[in-house]
Protein backbone atom coordinates (compact mmCIF):
# COMPACT_ATOMS: atom_id res chain seq x y z
CA UNK A 1 0.00 0.00 0.00
CA UNK A 2 0.75 3.35 -0.84
CA UNK A 3 0.10 6.75 -0.47
CA UNK A 4 -0.46 9.58 -3.48
CA UNK A 5 -1.97 12.01 -1.50
CA UNK A 6 -2.92 13.29 2.67
CA UNK A 7 -4.48 15.92 3.57
CA UNK A 8 -5.94 17.51 6.73
CA UNK A 9 -7.87 20.70 7.18
CA UNK A 10 -10.95 21.29 9.66
CA UNK A 11 -9.83 18.09 11.83
CA UNK A 12 -10.32 15.84 8.80
CA UNK A 13 -8.03 13.79 7.42
CA UNK A 14 -8.44 12.70 3.28
CA UNK A 15 -5.95 10.02 1.90
CA UNK A 16 -5.66 8.43 -1.69
CA UNK A 17 -3.19 5.93 -2.46
CA UNK A 18 -3.31 2.44 -4.24
CA UNK A 19 -2.68 -1.28 -2.33
CA UNK A 20 -4.22 -4.46 -1.62
CA UNK A 21 -7.06 -5.31 0.59
CA UNK A 22 -7.42 -1.35 0.99
CA UNK A 23 -10.73 -2.08 3.20
CA UNK A 24 -7.93 -2.90 5.83
CA UNK A 25 -7.04 0.80 6.26
CA UNK A 26 -10.45 1.14 7.77
CA UNK A 27 -10.13 -1.03 10.51
CA UNK A 28 -6.61 0.46 11.55
CA UNK A 29 -7.70 3.80 11.46
CA UNK A 30 -10.86 3.20 13.73
CA UNK A 31 -8.17 1.04 15.91
CA UNK A 32 -6.44 4.35 16.23
CA UNK A 33 -7.64 6.59 19.45
CA UNK A 34 -6.64 9.09 16.87
CA UNK A 35 -8.97 9.02 14.37
CA UNK A 36 -12.82 8.14 14.25
CA UNK A 37 -15.54 7.64 11.92
CA UNK A 38 -13.36 6.34 9.20
CA UNK A 39 -14.28 5.48 5.56
CA UNK A 40 -14.24 5.38 1.93
CA UNK A 41 -14.77 8.63 0.25
CA UNK A 42 -14.75 7.27 -3.27
CA UNK A 43 -15.64 4.13 -4.71
CA UNK A 44 -12.23 2.27 -5.03
CA UNK A 45 -11.31 1.41 -8.60
CA UNK A 46 -9.18 -1.40 -9.76
CA UNK A 47 -5.98 -0.14 -11.47
CA UNK A 48 -5.14 -3.18 -13.76
CA UNK A 49 -1.67 -1.83 -14.70
CA UNK A 50 -0.62 -2.72 -10.76
CA UNK A 51 -3.38 -4.91 -9.72
CA UNK A 52 -4.22 -2.71 -6.57
CA UNK A 53 -7.24 -0.46 -5.75
CA UNK A 54 -6.68 2.66 -5.78
CA UNK A 55 -8.50 4.31 -2.62
CA UNK A 56 -9.56 7.58 -1.05
CA UNK A 57 -10.50 7.18 2.12
CA UNK A 58 -11.65 10.43 4.89
CA UNK A 59 -11.49 10.11 9.13
CA UNK A 60 -11.94 12.60 11.80
CA UNK A 61 -8.81 13.66 14.15
CA UNK A 62 -10.17 12.79 17.38
CA UNK A 63 -9.81 15.26 19.78
CA UNK A 64 -6.38 15.47 22.56
CA UNK A 65 -6.56 15.99 26.12
CA UNK A 66 -3.77 18.19 26.75
CA UNK A 67 -1.34 16.77 28.75
CA UNK A 68 -1.59 18.27 32.83
Known amino acids: TWLNSFEYSASRITITGNGINVTR ?11 ESAGFSAATQRDAASGSDRF ?13
Open 25 to 35: LINDLEASPAF
Open 56 to 68: AISAGVAAQEAAP
